[in-house]
């Protein structure tokens, strides 16, 4: 073999011998200097070379903690800025929000133009001009709320459409979805659940939205008919300002039934002190609720914003008069079918917007 390997490297040329043998005298002389320097370091110690690393230390001043759930029934935190208690004015009052705007422009652009100012404007997250929209709205004096889009009980065969929050998601993607829905909304006072008869009965999910909510300063308005709901439970905990409306005032969307609703509204406000109503953009219904707010100061009922009646009046959880009346699956139709509610005393938790 040995023999084999000098007859191999005898017909080299002169030239190849000499670079071989100056890089096997490189690779040698590499490492011999590496054995030199790890005998001098050997002395060292872990300490030491740790020592030698720099470091940087900071002070903090301040720390802030997000609540953390530990359980569907734990205490919430009291809020920073504890909302002051209700002085009732004494007055009557009535406010209508007007839901679904921005996916017709003429329904929308009528009513900002042509119902008074004071009437509640509530804007769907599913238009491209929904910023637009909202600064035309507020820029003629109406109070204006984001629409959000809720789970429903039998999702997916009634999909609230995306970025809606859902007890599937964790508070953290569910926050992040509604980060981008308040995101659409810059202006507007506060937001009302986009079906979530299922996303509205689950306390803890809840909670951690309404916190969100309570942080920007929102208000949150809960549409009728939702069964076991617990928005007013975890809005009492977080101190967000809650209201829930009393009907839909087109769910039948004729005359007569238009009428009617009015007047259980007014029934309703006269007998508690206020009534909230939610009505659809339709023509018919813009017609008569134009006519029907010029004749209010007339029966000594004040068409006010939502914010006005949160700071003057005492609130009530309104139900409906029957379970029979308003199913689970009814509260997120278009027009489900309402009875005339009822009332209950707000619980003694709830607090109020300054």
Not at 202 to 222: C, P, V
Not at 258 to 284: C, F, H, M, N, T
Not at 317 to 331: E, G, L, N, R
Request: proline fraction near 9%; aromatic fraction near 6%; include cysteine.
């Amino acid at each position: 073999m040995l023999k084999r390997w000098t007859e191999i490297w005898s017909s080299f040329p002169a030239a190849h011998k000499r670079r071989c043998t100056q890089g096997l005298a490189a690779y040698a002389l590499l490492t011999t200097l590496c054995v030199l320097w790890i005998s001098t370091q050997a002395g060292r110690t872990l300490e030491s070379l740790q020592a030698e690393v720099p470091s940087v230390t900071a002070t903090v001043r301040n720390v802030y903690t997000t609540p953390q759930i530990t359980s569907v029934s734990g205490t919430a935190a009291p809020p920073a800025n504890p909302l002051p208690p209700v002085v009732d004015d004494g007055r009557t009052y009535i406010s209508v929000i007007i839901s679904n705007l921005g996916l017709s422009s003429l329904e929308t652009q009528r009513a900002i133009e042509d119902l008074p100012a004071q009437f509640t404007l509530a804007f769907s997250p599913y238009t491209g001009d929904v910023r637009s929209w909202v600064s035309k709205a507020v820029a003629a004096n109406h109070e204006a709320l984001m629409l959000v889009p809720m789970e429903t009980a039998d999702y997916p065969e009634n999909d609230p459409g995306p970025r809606a929050l859902s007890s599937r998601l964790s508070d953290k993607a569910n926050n992040a979805n509604l980060e981008w829905l308040l995101s659409r909304g810059d202006g507007t006072d506060g937001v009302m659940n986009m079906m979530g008869s299922r996303y509205l009965t689950d306390k803890k999910r809840l909670f951690s939205t309404f916190t969100t909510l309570r942080g920007n300063d929102a208000m949150f308005i809960e549409t009728p008919g939702i069964e076991d709901s617990t928005a007013s439970a975890a809005a009492a905990q977080t101190g967000l300002p809650f209201m829930q409306a009393n009907l839909r005032i087109d769910k039948i969307p004729t005359d007569d039934a238009i009428s009617d609703q009015l007047s259980r509204l007014e029934s309703d406000a006269r007998k508690y002190g206020y009534a909230i109503g939610i009505a659809q953009p339709y023509p018919v219904t813009l017609n008569i609720l134009k006519a029907w707010a010029a004749g209010l100061a007339a029966k000594g009922i004040i068409l006010a914003p939502l914010k006005t009646i949160w700071r003057h009046k005492k609130h009530y959880i309104p139900k409906p008069s029957s379970p029979a009346t308003a199913p689970v699956k009814a509260a997120d139709a278009a027009s489900p079918p309402v009875a005339a509610p009822s009332a209950v005393p707000p619980p003694q938790s709830q607090l109020r917007q300054p």
